[in-house]
């Protein structure tokens, strides 16, 4: 396994929640902003690690291969703060009770994020991912899983509450 099967795994369940809020966003059942809140909630803590380890062992790595890849790499991290922008918008519409002046504005707003979100993870699975495969190796992106893994599992033993004895 190498770091790029990690991060394309994590896009699979990225792209779970942003179809669970796009249907949310788009049927408006009776618990519409209450899911809205809480998948834009998810994205927040899910992003802020997974951005952090995507940048650190893939994306910086491949910049120094060349000046093209580092246009690519800027590009993908540029887009990791503008999506962070908007997804802090989206929170922060959601965090209060939606009402009926303001749902409109949630469900464009959502809209708009999710075919961002998954634009970018298209383009960087399609360009950034196969560009690092390229240039960084195998090898290379065995390791890097393996650091991945390593923090997951330290970020779990973290989330556990202490032992009483």
Do not use: C
């Amino acid at each position: 396994m190498t770091a790029t099967d990690i991060f394309r795994k994590n896009h699979r369940t990225i792209r779970r929640a942003l179809v669970s809020l796009d249907r949310a966003l788009l049927m408006r059942g009776p618990n519409w902003t209450i899911v809205a809140k809480n998948l834009a909630g998810y994205l927040e803590i899910e992003l802020r690690e997974y951005w952090g380890s995507e940048e650190r062992w893939i994306f910086r790595p491949l910049a120094e291969t060349g000046p093209d890849a580092a246009g690519v790499v800027a590009q993908m991290e540029q887009e990791h703060r503008d999506l962070d922008t908007r997804l802090n918008e989206f929170k922060a519409l959601t965090r209060t009770a939606v009402g009926a002046d303001t749902a409109a504005l949630v469900r464009d707003k959502g809209i708009a994020l999710v075919k961002e979100f998954l634009h970018h993870m298209f383009v960087e699975e399609e360009v950034g991912f196969t560009l690092a495969e390229e240039r960084l190796g195998h090898g290379y992106l065995e390791g890097a899983a393996d650091r991945v893994l390593l923090l997951k599992e330290v970020e779990k033993g973290l989330e556990e509450p202490a032992a009483v004895d």
